[in-house]
DNA sequence: ATGTGGGAG
DNA sequence: GGTTCTCCCACAT
């Protein structure tokens, strides 16, 4: 028997997905289009559509052509400028993050949001009245008591996986899971209230301890509804796990439905699975995550054969594994500041980019979109004083991509390409130039650096057939010196005290022995903050994180030994350099330290984190 | 550093 | 005759 992963149930984590997004933002800029079939057309398709078109027989993804025969009176409009999403996507983010404490909500798309409320919920557990838990309120901020709502500590609010009708009035232990969830339940329902009241945006909610079971949950009853999935999670020793909730929810699911399993990964394992037991040729019946998890030796082992190869991800065995089994250890990062790319593209019938004027036409519609971009994201819009804003970031490499047509076969039939072609160069500094106009950047852009990469894409004089333009910046330097302050650390403090504390740990001393050794030794070493008390940190938040953060990222960054980062960077503009890139977003807590790359979780350098801090803050100042 | 592939909404 | 417009991450070289 293979081994079952173990899942971290501590936390509680809610996952909001706004209904059929593009439609909502014209339906709240024109209230008259909710009751009629509204339609968003990108080109020739279907992107989304409102619940009235829906119940119609539209869907997403459907040919605009199909959908006019199927609903003749359907109204469509055109969403090919997202720019409106992004900003509505924008503000309903910073809307809900103003109801959570600490800063981890993530944005997934524009459309869906994950929040970590493991410490409001811990907070209002333990100022939960027992002998009156039917008039419970929710405190929304710790430092005002009459900030948040009343709501009843005895039933889950919406729905629930498995359903219960009545929300079920049961007698939890405080401190249990079910209480979590609970509670999160009437959270998530108020936020999705506020946020159709203040907003008009409904949204679907989910309720659970990860991303992946939040996310999952919250799609089972759509839309404006919200959906909580009920202990028990865990399995009874030496059980066939089927009493867990977790484990009947996952196994339910088709292997398509889960994050994380794309078209490429299904296709394998429906392979693997069905080479055994299908006795028709191509029988194409739904594979379950049930069908896969008990297939006969499977094991995180077996899916590292099968899905592993070139390529593929290192240890996505153990990660697919972990997944089946409904375990996401992930942790909800906060929103980065700025994007690691941008890039704009635009989609062609055939023959419409056939000769050189017409492509450098295109690229250059595409690259003044580009360029606009880049200055209404990267460019600082605090200063006002009439100096030049600054750029928060340079991106340092251009990117052009396209996608040929397939030639036809001989039986004149056209199979789809779905690949891109690219080439990358330097991206040069006049594009930075904030007083010159976007039109001329944007020509002087094409003109000597977008067209020789296509001369390199496509060697060919003319008659290129191309579905597909895309112009790109990446690699995104962020600039040095923004006192944006994330939660009031103090970075020359930081510094000053840096050395001290660093001498402490010998990590400069090469060598994973002599990290390993203080790991351990501290580790060993009882913390003087282990006995603090909840609200006292609370109320102080953040206050570790300065140096912790700087001292956990040293430490962690070592022993984890992945990337030496060696990278000499070499200086063109001074201003481009950062001293403070790497460490902004490693999260330290008493119980954690996160890496902000991948997101892995290393308990065991918190205590070690914590500790120093402390000691440092003794000595220093 | 550059290019491709897979995943997401 | 045939799906949009993005963004993110990881791997290979």
Not at 183 to 212: C, N, P, Q, W
Request: charge should be negative; include cysteine.
């Amino acid at each position: 028997m293979a081994a079952v992963p173990t899942r971290n149930d501590r936390r509680v984590i809610l996952h909001l997905d706004y209904d059929c997004f593009y439609a909502s933002v014209f339906e709240v800029e024109q209230p008259a289009l909710k009751s009629v079939p509204l339609a968003v057309q990108q080109k020739q398709i279907v992107v989304t559509c409102n619940y009235e078109a829906r119940r119609r027989g539209l869907h997403k993804l459907q040919l605009i052509k199909d959908a006019k025969r199927i609903c003749p009176d359907v109204v469509i409009v055109l969403g090919e400028d997202l720019t409106k999403f992004r900003d509505v996507s924008k503000e309903l983010y910073s809307f809900i993050r103003g109801f959570v404490w600490g800063e981890r909500v993530e944005r997934l798309g524009f459309d869906e949001l994950s929040l970590d409320v493991t410490d409001m919920i811990d907070y209002n557990l333990q100022i939960l009245n027992p002998h009156d838990l039917t008039n419970a309120f929710f405190q929304l901020d710790v430092k005002d008591p009459t900030v948040g709502f009343s709501y009843d500590a005895t039933r889950y609010l919406g729905k629930t996986v498995p359903l219960y009708p009545e929300g079920i009035a049961t007698p939890l232990e405080i401190d249990s899971l079910g209480m979590r969830l609970l509670l999160g339940s009437h959270l998530i329902g108020y936020l999705r209230t506020r946020m159709e009241h203040d907003k008009g945006f409904t949204a679907t909610g989910g309720v659970s301890t990860s991303k992946l079971l939040a996310k999952l949950v919250g799609s089972v009853h759509k839309p404006n509804q919200q959906t909580t999935l009920l202990p028990p999670y865990e399995t009874k020793h030496d059980s066939s796990l089927e009493d867990s909730n977790v484990i009947q929810f996952m196994d339910s699911h088709d292997i398509r439905k889960i994050p994380g399993i794309g078209s490429r990964l299904a296709q394998k394992l429906s392979h693997k699975v069905n080479s055994h037991s299908d006795a028709e040729g191509d029988g194409e019946r739904r594979l379950t995550v049930r069908d896969v998890r008990l297939f006969p030796s499977m094991s995180s082992a077996t899916l590292e054969r099968v899905l592993g190869g070139p390529g593929a991800p290192k240890g996505i065995g153990v990660k697919i594994w972990g997944i089946l089994h409904g375990v996401d250890n992930t942790n909800v990062m906060e929103a980065r500041d700025i994007p690691t790319q941008i890039s704009i593209e635009d989609t062609y019938g055939r023959g419409r980019l056939a000769t050189p004027e017409d492509l450098r036409r295109e690229l250059e519609v595409l690259t003044r979109s580009l360029i606009r971009r880049m200055r209404t994201d990267l460019l600082d819009d605090t200063v006002t004083d009439g100096t030049q804003p600054r750029w928060l970031a340079h991106p340092r490499t251009l990117r052009l991509s396209t996608r040929p047509r397939n030639a036809p076969e001989t039986d004149g039939a056209r199979s789809y390409n779905w690949n891109r072609i690219s080439r990358s160069a330097p991206l040069p500094s006049f594009v930075f130039h904030v007083d010159e106009n976007v039109d001329s950047i944007a020509e002087r852009l094409v003109h000597e650096h977008a067209m020789v990469m296509f001369r390199k894409l496509h060697p060919e004089k003319s008659g290129w057939d191309l579905q597909l333009l895309n112009i790109a910046v990446t690699n995104l330097v962020e600039s040095a010196g923004d006192q944006k302050q994330s939660r009031g650390r103090d970075i020359g403090k930081m510094f000053r005290q840096q050395e001290a504390v660093l001498k402490n740990w010998s990590v400069h001393e090469s060598g994973p022995a002599a990290e390993e050794r203080a790991a351990v030794d501290h580790r060993a070493t009882p913390s003087p903050r282990q006995a603090t008390s909840r609200e006292e940190r609370m109320q102080q938040p953040g206050d570790c994180t300065g140096v912790a953060v700087q001292v956990a990222a040293q430490v962690a960054a070592a022993a984890w030994n992945r990337n030496d980062q060696s990278g000499s960077e070499e200086s063109e503009d001074a201003d481009w350099q950062d001293e403070d890139e790497c460490d902004r977003s490693w999260r330290v807590s008493p119980a954690n330290v996160e890496c902000p790359l991948c997101g892995a979780v290393m308990p065991q350098f918190a205590q070690l984190a914590h500790q120093t801090f402390h000691a440092t803050e003794k000595g220093g100042d």
